[in-house]
């Protein structure tokens, strides 16, 4: 018998299988769940001088299309406007990148895309 879990507490749990495998890759985890009046961004992290946005996406199944396939064009803006804040915010000018992490299933099933998507 499955229980029901908060669609809260299984975001925070992939967001956090999420972030141990870009620590397993050597990225450093340098913020979560950063919000601005644009938006969220759920990982930012270090990969050497580059800053990396990270967008989690989960889908229980791919029967209705893939996770990473549900970060289209409208979300990647809103993740562009968020990284400008953040940026702003912390007076950094330094190369960035976008990434998705896309889990399907269970937890272990992580595909990661690096520089998933740029400036539109």
């Known amino acids: 018998m499955k229980l029901f879990r908060p669609a809260g507490e ?3 749990r992939m967001e956090e299988s999420a972030a ?3 620590q397993r890759a050597g990225l450093k985890i340098k913020a979560r769940n950063y919000r601005c009046r ?3 961004i759920d990982l930012i992290a270090r990969d050497g001088d580059t800053l ?3 967008e989690v996406r989960y ?3 791919s029967r209705y299309g893939s996770a990473s396939a549900t970060v289209d064009a409208r979300k ?3 993740l562009l406007a968020t990284a400008d804040s953040y940026l702003q915010q912390h ?3 330094c ?3 976008f990434d998705v992490v896309a889990i399907e299933g269970d937890a272990g099933n992580i595909q990661w895309i690096e520089n998933a998507f740029g400036a539109l």
């Open 10 to 12: 299984l975001g925070a």
């Open 20 to 22: 141990r495998h870009l």
């Open 38 to 40: 644009h938006g969220e």
């Open 52 to 54: 990396v946005f990270v």
């Open 59 to 61: 889908r229980r199944s």
């Open 76 to 78: 990647q803006r809103k």
């Open 91 to 93: 007076r950094l000018d």
């Open 95 to 97: 190369p960035c990148r």
